[in-house]
């Protein structure tokens, strides 16, 4: 059975998913510390659970997961010697959030030093030192993460059209969103940085191939209700005049972003297919107005137990 898209109120909880954000980035930088770094940060991303967000085993102490459960509304860690420990998500500070976690990984024997600061956040405040009191939506929070599921189950149908080099579908805790990104093989002119609370050599590694990727995110940067978002780096020329489905698709000057709006989505006759051809139309603008070898990374769509026809090497 395909999961309703369900509706996503936006202005409702804005100041909500500002808390669950900065809650995240703590989960976040405490694994950003203790992972070996992976090409364009894959190492420091949450994974898509059936309850919540998840990281996969971080190497700390014992070995260490954290989930955030947005079904039960509460953060557990987990510990390799059959240690567990939880944090209720409610309403409550940043600083209060950020000493209990360090407070349950210090618990589940791992350690609980770990930069203090936000990332990709314009006049960020240490955790340490956010007290001011925090809403904590449940219900709009359940909304949003069931929403990104719905997306999962599309971009993980998107993934398996791509022989070439692409990331998993993952959700990245600085700029709060949910990504895949494929890659055209060829080195990118070199990232000019400047994304606010974010170390340039960061963004210049993150970005030091040919990328077209898509995401899904709860909006900001002049974009006031969650959507989609595709992009490519180096952006061809005119790619910004390109066609993209379903039509409710547009370029968004200022994040030199196309957007779909996720109402737009929800309201299809068949809301993963609208997002499938926006996936679809926006790599293959990219791909065809940046002169990807198409013809070398591209395959058929995967399906459930059956293997993918193997094609022969081009000639040399």
Known sequence: MVQHWPELDTPSWRDSCAALHLYLQVAGKYRLARTPWVNHSWHATFQVGPRGWRTPLIPDGPGIDIEFDLLAHRVIGRSGDGGEATIPLRPMSVAGFYGEFRAMIARLGGNARFDGMPNERPDPVPF?????PRPYDAEAVTRFFR??????????TYRTGFLGKSSPVHLFWGSFDLAVTRF??????????????LPDAVAVEAYDREVASVGFWPGGGGVDEPAFYAYAYPAPAGYEAARLAPEAAFFHAELREWILPYG????????????LAFLNSAYRAAADLGGWDRALIECERGLPGRPRRATPLASS
Do not use: K, M, Q, Y
């Open 264 to 275: 737009a989505v929800r309201n299809a006759p068949d809301p993963d297919a609208a997002l």
């Open 184 to 197: 055209s093989g060829r080195a990118a002119p070199r990232h000019p940085g400047g994304v606010p609370a």
């Open 128 to 132: 340490a030192d956010d007290h001011a």
């Open 147 to 156: 929403a990104t599921v719905c997306a999962s189950r599309v971009f993980e």
